[in-house]
Structure formats: structure tokens, C-alpha cells
């Protein structure tokens, strides 16, 4: 087995990442609320010795939910009860940096990785849509002042999660002391966006920092991408457009003092696998032909900015100049996609269907595996978001078919090597920022956590 | 079995509620962050047939930390990794409407609903203390702020709930319908504290609205109870102030169109059982040798408002004439106890630690059930939440000693009749305020949830 492994994720969505998957016979568009539905998809991932699983998330009701199964679980509460059946595979929450406070979500993810014995991962977002913004009573935020917010707002929640040292609970249950106050160290951040006094009211967690990890494309994404993420998740078309931007970011890194194998670079790709190739056209084909095409014309005239009508299926896409409300970076590839392979509307909702802009790869076991292989060993991808057309069928086609041809080209773990999804991803634990000086030099009173501070009532 | 039944809610504290658990050689205070040690104790709870177990929560680390098992875990995302592991037992978490916003607090509620299959239940809390405060970088609002904002929170949490009627999901398939758009509201609330637009992105919850669970005795406190809980935890330490309590609050229900029977008022008993009067009253003592003075001098110096030194420790409690932030009640009972008993501050920090001011009850299992019996009985309780004093073990003592004392006396349930919290505790599923008019009245497009909002970029 070679030193450098692939990994994979599975992108978790509803009954499957195909627009129409809710329509076709192998979902039960019923279970999308049911949490044993995950479970299931989860340990699934788990016996494909996959290193995560993943949610996407939005605060808001975002596309026509008459043409669409939306409207399920919240990430966190979910990825805990998903916890709770499995034992290796990493959860990896979307939760929001514009519109939570940090002192919540260092707590959520401390609490969610304890729970989980070091298996949480954060996928960061800034949430650029307007139907957000609604929800929580403000005007939605301009772009830099998204990531200026996103930037301090990690640097609270890692400062809280460093805030108590890995060895502050000393358990002396003879001598009376719990914890050494001198090693739970206040935060006392003061910035533009917050003020945050600390310490956390939960331990530090077992992975240090939950991972960290983010899927913003534009310049502003990826250099803060660069700065703080260790995996990215990715919606690349072509080999060289992929090439391109993995160079592009692991360049990033060392203006951070980082290292390019500080960060795992993982596109998306939504597997439509058959026996033969004929196989997986044919359920290529079931797929498109239950799309409704008022649903996909809604979501790409939004992301490009102009109102398309079904008048327009069967025309190229017209000419597109004007800036939209944030995705900027998923616009210029469906503009490019419809440009480069000369697509009518219709051809190119039918490309969008799938994978929502991320690719779209019909074919056997075998010639999944090439492309994966040919990615990987291309400086295209460290592994993929694998997101399968409908689930939990497509994910099983993935675990039972693609998995055991990975592994026989020593790709792939046939077991799991640790148990935190850190390990997972060959990525270290970080240290605290607060380790222990050594004695002589330890913090006076000011900066430790001693007397009482208030009565809990309840 | 009577028409009327007993509710016994299991609140879970780390390693147990007396103040020194994490001392005694009955438990383990590894398991503070140990997510199957609660799985244990839900298990145990529903094995008991209780009605529902509870975490309370703070948003800061609160108390002396060298001398108590202090930073365990989240509520929310803790009970979602319980209701993986149970069938029946309620699942109540504490969230503050302080410093939390209305929308992801309906859509995580909404979200463990389903996860539960109808078991979650929200204690509202506004957030007393000054520790918090400076953890979400404001000032601590004053007490009839923090109760106009809960009650503006509850409006927008439970119209978000309504927001998807109940059948709302119509998963047509082949006609490619997969929600009644006019089905689906947006809320539009646009108020004091908060806008917020909706509808939620989770559909209805399973109980309609997760249950409401309150414990606040300020006088702002009982009239939002009256207003708008369903349930409500108290410390009473004596019948006569249990009584005049229970009295009062239901007496309140009227003002808002309700009935007495829509309330519980469930005080907190900690029960410390033994065999024999002998037995309980020496693991009493035991945990009583376990106190370390300084520990809870802090607590009760922040509750009264004075700064009590070990100098103080054999004297009376000296005058408190003050107010102090927060906690009125709890305040305004120890400084009762204190005086009605005459008792020293040892002696009053002795009866503390137990139950930090709830009423800590040493007997053999027929002497509790007594107790029980007879508040449930004289119009003090419609049942009791249940504070072990160690953790599992206390619990364990409840469930096989108590329990089948009141079940042959024919006070609790032997098997569960319903799935829900809300068939535990005999409460009805709220309709929705959006309830389906008749046809030809039906909302126009206005307040209907169409068009596609956004397009999700992950």
C-alpha cells in the first residue's frame, strides 16, 4: 500500500444528490426525517471503511420544495444520533459562521466530538444567500465582511477549545481537586465582531480540534481556506480545471506556515454505477427523465442572475454578465460547463441534476475506479466527496463495487488504522495553544479559573 | 390505577446531583464526558417506565472547578445520542432564549423530535447570571427584558413549528409533487427582538410543538409558566411552600384561556435510599463527609450576595438584606431554610449540597414513595423530578426500589401506553395555529412558499 491513501467521504443528502432521486423507485422519499435512515447510510459508509460522513446545511428553505424532498434534519443533533450507532467514521457538520455565535459552536462540536470518542469535523460556511439572512432578522452581510467574521469567529472557537489543557481534569478524588484551575485558562477575546470572556464549560476534545473544513472556491474561501481548513470540498468538472485548483491551494498554504499535506483537497463526484456501462446509463437515463424542469430552471436562474423561462430550454444559455448574490465561484463553472460543451438549457439542467455542478460519472466499478485513481495520482484530489445519486442504493453500489476495486490497487484501507477521524485522515492532533509552561513559569491567578462563579439554579 | 397518574422525570447530572458525587466510591467521574454513561442512565430511566429525563445547562463554566466534576456535555446534542438508544423516554434539554435566536432553536428542537419520534422537550431558561453574559460579548440584560424577549422567543419558536401544517409532505411521485406548497407558511414576524421570516427547513415535528418545560418561581417567571409551559420544575423543600406554589401556578392558568390540567408542576426530590433507615441515612453521611466547605462558601457567598469566609462556617448565616442578579427564588428559599431551621452555614451548606437548595430526601424506598405519595396526593405535585444523588447508582436505587413500591400502590405506570413525550406526561399534540382552512378558503400565493430561493452551493 503506497504511503500517501485515498480518502473518501460521503456527502449525505436526503434520499440522494440527484435533483429526481426522491421520484425514482429505489428512495422512499418518506424517510427523510427519519433518523434511521442515516443510521443506516452511516453504517453503510462505516463497513466501507469510508473516513466520513457529511451534511450539508442552510438556514433557511432554499429551493421549490413542491418539485423537491427538502426540508429535513439539523446536522449536529443528527450526526450525534449517527454517533451513537457507529464507531469509526468521521461526522461532518455545515454549520454557519454569520449567523451563530461562537461560544455555541465550540461548544456543540467540544460536545459532538466527546460523544463521538474524536470523530467530529466542522465544514465552515458563511452563508451567502439572502433567504438566510431573513430568518435572522439582519441585511445579509457583503462578502469580505463574511470571511472577516469567519476568520475571528475561528479564532474564538479554537481559542475555547484550547482553553482547557488536555490534562486539566486531575480526578483526585482523595484530595479533593477535580481539575487544576491553573491549566483552564479564560479566552478573554476582544475583537471587532466578539467579545468572548471563556473558558469553555466543556473539556477539551479528544481530537484537540474537531477537523476543520470548508468549500468556499472563491479568492476570499480559499485563502481562508489556506489559513484554517485541513480538508476542502470541492465541485471541479475536468482533470485540468481540478489540477488547477489543487495546485492553487496547497500554494496557499506555506504563506501560512502550513505544509500541502496540512490539507486534504477533495472534489466532489456523484457516482452513477452499473454492472456494465449500459447499466449506468440506463439509470442515468431514469433519473433525468423523472427531472422537473420548472425546479432546476428556478435554482440556475437564481445562481446566474437572470430569470430563464421553459421557453428557453432549448436555447444555449443566454449571455450572463451581471455579478449574483454570492456562489460566485459555482456560477463561472455552470457558465463555463454550458460554454465549453456548447449545451442548450435543458442539456445543461440535465448536467446540473445530478450533482448540482459537482461531476457527474456513469460507468462500472472499474472505470470509477480509473477516474479516482487517475485524479489522485494526478494532482488532482486527495480522495473525493462521494455523493451518490440516490441513497441509500447508489452509496451501497459505491461500498460493495467501487470500495473492493480501490483496495485491490492498494488504494484503499481495508481496515481502519485508528479511531478519531483525524486519524482517518492522517492529519496530527493539534497542540494547545495553551500547553503547559513548564513549572516556574506557570500563569498567576489573574489568568486561571478559580473561585465560584455563580449558583446553577434549576 | 387511578385516572390521575404520577410523572417522574430522571434529571441527569453528571455523577450524580450531591455536590461531592464525583467523590464517592459509587461513582466515576471519568464518565463526565463519557457519552455511555447517559446512555446508561436513559436506559435505566426508561427501564423504570419514566416519563422523561432532563439536562439542565449553562452557557458558562460555572462554580469552582477544582472541587466539583464540572465541563461536561451539550444538551442537545447529548440527548440526540440518547434517543438512539431508547424507545419511550422523553427527552428534555435546556436552551436559554438569551442568547440563543429563535430559528435554530425551533429547528434543532424540531430536528430531535423526529430524530426521538416525538420525545423532545425544551426547558426555557432566560440566563441569569453574568458569567454567560460575558461569554456572548453583552451586557446581562435585566429580568423583565429577559422575559419579554423569552415570550417574543416563544411566539416565533412555536409559529416556525406551524410553519409546515401537518400535511404539508404529500410525496407524490409520479405526479412529481412532493410538498402542498400552500401548506407551507412563511411566518413574517417582525417584532421587538426579533424578524424572522420563515417558514422553518424541517417539517412539522412529530409532536407538533416539542414540549414545554419551564422552572423559574419569580413572579415573571410563574406568569410565563402560566403562559406558555406545559411542565414545570421547582425546589420546594417544604409541603406547606409546595402546596402555596402549585396552588398559585395553576390558579394562573386561567389568565391565558388555560386549564389546570395543561400544567405540571413537578418538584425536584433527591432521594437518597437505603434498605434501611440506617443505610440511607450513613450513604448520607458518607456524601455529607465528602463536602469541601470552600466549594460550596463560593456557591452560596455568589447566591446570597455576601462574601462568607471559613470563619463563618459554625456561625448563622448573617443578615442578607440585598438583592442580588438573579435567582430571586432560589435565593429567597435558602435563606427560608436557614432561618426556619436555625441552622449554621455548615450545617445550611450540608443541606445544599445535596440538591443545591431542592429537598434532599434520606429513607428506605417505602418511606420515599410515602413522600411522593403524599405530595401527590394534598395538592403539592403532579408528580416529581428526580435528583440522585450519585450517578448511575442513585438512579438505579429509584427505578428498582421506588418504582414498584408506587407501581403496587398503583401510582405509576407500569408499561408506557403511548411513544411520545407528550402520551408520558398525558399532554395533547398542539394543533397547528396554521391549520388547513377549508377548501375555497385556502391562503393566495402571498403566503405560500413557492419559487426556488437559492441554490445550495456545497
Redesign the interface.
Known sequence: MPTRTLHLNA?LMGVGHHEAA??HPRTE??RL???RHY?QLARIAERGRLDSVFL?D?????????????????P???L??L???TDHVGLIA?VSTT???P??VA??F???D??SGGRAGWNIVTS????EA????IERPAHADRYARAAEFLDVVTGLWDS?EDDA?V?D??G??????GR?HPLDHDGPH??????????RPPQGHPLLVQ?GSSEDGKDFAARYAEAV?T?QQTLADAQAFYTDLKGRLARYGRHPGDLLVLPGISPVIGSTEREARRLEQELQD?I?PA?GL??????VGIELTEDALDRPLPDVSAETE??Q??RRLVIDLARRENLTVRQLLGRLAGG??HRVLAGTPERIADEIQLWFENGAADGFNVMPPVLPGGLEDFVDHVVPELQIRGLFRREYEGRTLRDNYDLPRPASRRARPPAGERPDAADT??????????
Do not use: M
Open positions: 456527502f426522491w421520484r422519499p418518506a426525517t427519519d433518523v443510521q450539508a442552510s438556514l433557511a428553505l432554499q429551493g421549490d420544495v413542491r418539485h423537491n424532498a427538502l426540508g429535513g434534519l439539523e449536529l443533533t443528527l450525534a444520533a454517533a451513537a450507532v455545515t449567523y451563530n455565535e461560544f455555541h461548544r456543540k467540544a460536545s459532538l466527546h460523544i451567502a444567500g439572502e433567504a431573513r430568518n435572522f432578522g482547557w481534569v480526578g478524588r482523595l479533593g481537586v477535580y481539575a487544576d484551575a483552564i466578539f467579545r468572548v470572556r471563556g473558558p469553555l464549560n466543556t473539556s468549500a470540498f465541485a423523472l422537473i425546479y428556478a435554482q440556475l436562474s437564481h445562481l454570492g456562489a465561484s459555482r448540482r455542478g479559573v478559580g473561585s465560584a462563579d455563580a449558583v446553577v439554579a434549576s
